[in-house]
Nanobody
């Protein structure tokens, strides 16, 4: 399984970015797909994920600002990030989960300047 993340960049606080993740397999075959992030000196944490039944789950810190979505036909997963804060600065990783297996993309850097 390959996951290709893109869309990161440098943005000012209050701005928006949209991350994209392309999978080389039907995303509905996974239990869930989602986004994690890792800031310098911190552990990787869940940002948002979506089950195969389209139930979504968000970290408290991003609720109301971030939205996860997917395009099943194109095998794409998106993360729309609005009202970005300096604390959102991190490397963002696309994730796909199936049973005991976790698949990871290569990560895309998001930097929010205050």
């Amino acid at each position: 399984v390959q996951l290709q993340a893109s869309g990161g960049g440098l943005v000012q606080a209050g701005g928006s970015l949209r991350l994209s993740c392309a999978a080389n397999r039907r995303i509905l075959t996974f239990n869930s797909v989602g986004w994690y992030r890792q800031a310098p000196g911190k552990q990787r944490e869940l940002v948002a994920d979506m089950s195969s039944r389209a139930y979504s789950n968000y970290a408290d810190s991003v609720k109301g600002r971030f939205t996860i979505s997917r395009d099943n036909a194109e095998n794409m997963v998106y993360l729309q990030m609005n009202n970005l804060e300096a604390e959102d600065t991190a490397i963002y990783y696309c994730n796909a989960h199936q049973g005991r297996l976790n698949y990871w993309g290569q990560g895309t850097q998001v930097t929010v300047s205050s």
